[in-house]
């Protein structure tokens, strides 16, 4: 909302130029009322009839005058606010798509727009840009009391948003106003069909059995996870599918002909030439879509240039009616796409496709989709890489966040990606100075303090900003312990300045919600460290910390008061979360005689996920179903590792843990061996079990493998567990290796 200091310094300038009545300004308002109407064409459309109720509403709002609507005739009398294509319009020339135009001529006023939704464009311009009216999130706009409206003379304002296609993926748009007012668009109402196609344009449950040839050759044999676009009758079936589709849904703008989001493109006799003649699989892909886009040649066509398809053919072109859809889903966050070092691929993909066509799309990340409300301090990015890609030919953005959930400054980041696809040399310092100052009010400094002090310890941890990373870092990390300390103290300087007003209180009580949820989620990393969930009691037991559980509910029910309806991409709900840490709670400590013991490893773990290093296995903490903290990872190499109880110890069970999330490449061992010595040279083996087939499925579990021997003495403990061989064939993927992840070796 404009706070009251806004409001006082607009009310003077008005009142001021009131009195002066020079003739340089257009009083729209007085407090006895208004001269002025809003005229429409006398064929209105139903865009100029909403375009201009809205426009009456507001100035009614705001300073209460009731401007009547009429429609135009040739011997119109008194000043007008004209809206649409009247006839005062036409004199101006013709329009650019999408774009808006508000002009004075006189006393009179224009607000003009091109095809598409301009018009409305213009409308909520002239409110923002000239009646100082703020659309800040998804709830109902903010206005300034102004009984006189007063306008500068000479207004002649005209623009086009930047981009054909302007999607920003957060709650706020999915409010219809805030949508038109940021000039955004969603895709739902633009693509007759969207995204990953392939398996809804010619079904596997439906064509597999009987039809096998129509899908991907992949090691040896069809498979359901591509089609074989080399196959004729597959060509048939997607082409009557459209006809059906478009005869249904005219308006539809783009159609997506895409590959499933999964592996295994087919390498039959008749694609695989045609593939490595253009140096990979878009070429099948562009041939395919190229086909399909002739026979409708009217219909605007998209498709992914993403996973096996990310790179251009060498030389077969899109045709005229295709556009290419990039994703930058490989980069990390850290730094601009023009600087990053995984970005490069991008960069190359981006080049070769935009020597072919200049029908580019690009599909964005900007939240960490494996923990939506985690800290993630991107800000310093979003611009760059707007200007990067608007520079390159980029023709439509389709940002993506945390859809339809509030994640981390959800608001803020939406309000500068909009101003930013709209315009993207826009001035973010003042944009977010200005958003944060009306809707956060005293609180802002602070709130400001903790973003930029954010960002300045993240860049100079040299960390990875990883869109599926987590807030659990132990080394060089702008998320410690101690800088949590830090920045808990500005919000509490910002809760403070919230005072008694109970609306700015409750946003930065939202705002404070990841810092929250990163206590918690590192109280998962130390377990039974400091910072973590449990502590001994004066009997020497492992109790769960004074207060913990009440904490855990005070998030749950912020969460559910900020409409956190997902904390991941994954759909984990703020009561799925609440049970997770009841499970957590309710289990305890598993006693272990290995706590803290020496690990040696014969092997080295994956460096792209250290946890804690080798004191992963033995520090008492169990890993959850989130791989990428707490489980130590080995990727093409088995898991030897060796733990020294210190001294020779009678040893009844060994247990380990080892994580099962096909989804991330992650599989059970394919066999685990325990061995026991007394000495470190000569080992018995007491235990080797293996895991036995690896069925198709792609749920997230944890198994543990226990060892159950007579009574034996031993002072060292070897556990080596067999990493597959190869990926499975449902699960197969060009250049990579099975992984395994193990959390913890129990010894008693």
């Avoid at 039959?268 to 070429?283: H, L, N």
């Avoid at 703020?574 to 009841?582: T, V």
């Avoid at 685990?672 to 792609?698: A, L, M």
Wanted: charged share 25%; with cysteine; aromatic share 12%.
């Amino acid at each position: 909302m404009i706070k009251g200091w806004l409001y006082s310094f607009v009310f003077m300038l008005t009142m001021m130029a009131a009195c002066t009545g020079t003739a340089q300004q257009i009083t729209l308002t007085t407090d006895q009322g208004t001269e002025y109407t809003i005229v429409v064409p006398a064929d209105a459309s139903n865009l100029e009839q909403r375009s201009a109720t809205v426009l009456q509403s507001y100035i009614r709002r705001i300073s209460g005058a009731q401007l009547p609507i009429v429609t135009e005739t040739k011997n119109m009398k008194g000043p007008a606010i004209f809206i649409g294509n009247t006839g005062m319009a036409e004199e101006l020339g013709k329009m650019r798509p999408e774009s808006y135009l508000i002009r004075s001529v006189g006393n009179d006023l224009i607000i003009r727009g091109g095809s598409g939704r301009g018009l409305i464009y213009g409308v909520y311009t002239f409110l923002e840009k000239y009646l100082y009216c703020k659309k800040l999130t998804g709830q109902p706009a903010s206005v300034p009391p102004i009984k006189t409206i007063i306008l500068e003379r000479y207004i002649n304002y005209e623009n086009q948003p930047q981009y054909i296609y302007r999607e920003v993926y957060y709650p706020a748009p999915f409010d219809a106003e805030y949508l038109e007012w940021h000039k955004l668009q969603r895709f739902e109402d633009l693509w007759g069909l969207w995204g990953h196609s392939y398996n809804k344009l010619v079904p596997a449950k439906t064509y597999f059995k009987p039809h096998p040839e129509y899908y991907a050759y992949v090691k040896g044999k069809r498979q359901p996870t591509q089609l074989c676009l080399s196959n004729e009758e597959v060509f048939k079936i997607v082409v009557a599918d459209f006809k059906k589709r478009i005869a249904d849904n005219p308006d539809a703008v783009y159609w997506s002909i895409s590959p499933n989001d999964d592996i295994g493109y087919c390498e039959c006799d008749k694609c695989k030439p045609f593939d490595d003649q253009q140096g990979g699989p878009s070429g099948s892909l562009i041939r395919f879509v190229n086909r399909v886009a002739a026979v409708f040649p009217e219909i605007k066509f998209t498709t992914l240039a993403y996973g096996f398809t990310h790179r251009a053919p060498k030389t077969l072109k899109p045709a005229e009616n295709v556009y290419i859809f990039l994703s930058t889903i490989d980069a990390f966050r850290d730094k601009p796409l023009t600087e990053e070092g995984s970005a490069a691929t991008f960069r190359n993909d981006l080049k070769g496709w935009k020597a072919l066509t200049s029908n580019l799309f690009v599909w964005d990340y900007v939240t960490q989709f494996t923990n939506y409300l985690a800290p993630f301090p991107n800000f310093h990015t979003l611009q760059a890489n707007i200007q990067y890609l608007h520079s390159n030919g980029v023709k439509g953005m389709f940002v993506q966040g945390s859809g339809e959930t509030y994640s981390e400054w959800a608001e803020l980041r939406c309000y500068i990606i909009s101003k930013l696809l709209e315009d993207d040399k826009a001035d973010v310092n003042r944009l977010t100075s200005e958003f944060m100052a009306n809707y956060y009010g005293a609180a802002a400094p602070y709130l400001q303090q903790y973003i930029s002090l954010l960002q300045e310890k993240m860049l100079a941890s040299k960390r990875k900003l990883d869109i599926y990373g987590n807030p659990v870092n132990e080394w060089n990390s702008y998320l410690t312990p101690e800088l949590l300390d830090q920045y808990s103290a500005l919000f509490d300087k910002a809760d403070a300045a919230a005072g008694i007003d109970v609306s700015t209180a409750l946003r930065v009580k939202k705002a404070r919600l990841p810092l929250e949820y990163t206590v918690l989620q590192q109280a998962r990393f130390y377990g039974i460290e400091k910072h973590g969930i449990f502590v001994r009691n004066k009997d020497n037991d492992w109790v769960v910390k004074p207060n913990f559980e009440q904490k855990i509910a005070r998030f749950i029910e912020q969460c559910k008061a900020a409409k956190v309806t997902e904390l991941s991409e994954g759909g984990l709900t703020p009561d799925a979360y609440k049970a997770e840490w009841d499970e957590i709670l309710k289990k305890g400590v598993q006693p272990t005689n290995a706590l803290d013991a020496n690990v040696t490893l014969q092997y080295p773990f994956a460096p792209e996920y250290p946890a804690k290093g080798v004191r992963t296995l033995t520090d008492g903490n169990p890993g959850y179903k989130d791989f990428s903290y707490n489980w130590l990872c080995f990727y093409g190499v088995p898991l030897v590792a060796t733990v020294d109880l210190g001294r020779v110890r009678t040893v009844q069970t060994i247990r380990t843990r080892f994580l099962d999330d096909p989804r991330h490449w992650i599989f059970l061992p394919a066999n685990i061996k325990v061995e026991v010595s007394v000495d470190g040279t000569s080992y018995t083996t007491v235990s080797n079990v293996k895991s036995g087939n690896i069925e198709e499925h792609y749920e997230n579990a944890i198994k543990e493998f226990k060892a159950t021997v007579k009574p034996v003495d031993a002072r060292y403990i070897r556990v080596t567990a067999e990493n597959l061989k190869e990926l499975p064939e449902w699960r197969y993927r060009e250049h990579k290796k099975p992984m395994m992840a193990c959390d913890e070796i129990y010894v008693q």
